[in-house]
């Protein structure tokens, strides 16, 4: 997948820019699934990350999201900056996860309920990993999941230096 030593080329850029770009191309496939998306990501945020592997990894939690509702829904991509990290936020209207479902989501196993290898969700985790984040998965209280990568202040800003 991707090995440690990985060369990333940091840069500070506009997170709301990458959410577009990452959603733009996908915005007939969303219409085909009925899926109306709402996004919530100022336009003056800025994070410090390697923006390809970032886009990679939003792009997986979009089309995971998609995956999980086949007749259609509501998508929501919101973040938050806060003093110490910046954390993106997928949700979607489908299906809740079980317990066992939200344990396993970043495994590589053959994944039942999003149709897919599993390996789109591995790799969210492994580049929340090369910027010193994390990722994790929740259940929404009006049905759905929501995965949010954070993604540290100090760490991006160490390895970009």
Excluded at 27 to 37: D, P, V, Y
Excluded at 56 to 72: F, K
């Amino acid at each position: 997948m991707f090995s440690s030593s990985t060369n990333r080329s940091w840069k500070q850029f506009p997170l709301q820019e990458l959410v577009d770009s990452v959603c733009g191309p996908l915005k007939s496939r969303l219409s085909e699934h009925a899926i109306q998306t709402f996004l919530d990501v100022p336009s003056d945020q800025m994070i410090t990350a390697d923006p390809e592997l970032l886009r990679r990894a939003v792009r997986n939690l979009v089309l995971n999201a998609v995956d999980a509702m086949p007749d259609g829904g509501s998508l929501f991509i919101t973040s938050a900056a806060g003093p110490n990290a910046t954390e993106l936020e997928v949700a979607d209207t489908g299906a809740t996860l079980s317990d066992e479902q939200r344990r396993e989501a970043f495994e590589l196993v053959p994944s039942s309920q999003r149709g897919g290898a599993g390996w789109g969700l591995a790799v969210v985790l492994r580049i929340a990993e090369l910027h010193g984040g994390t990722v994790t998965v929740a259940n929404c209280p009006e049905g759905g999941a929501a995965f949010t990568l954070r993604i540290p202040r100090v760490a991006a800003m160490e390895a970009a230096a």
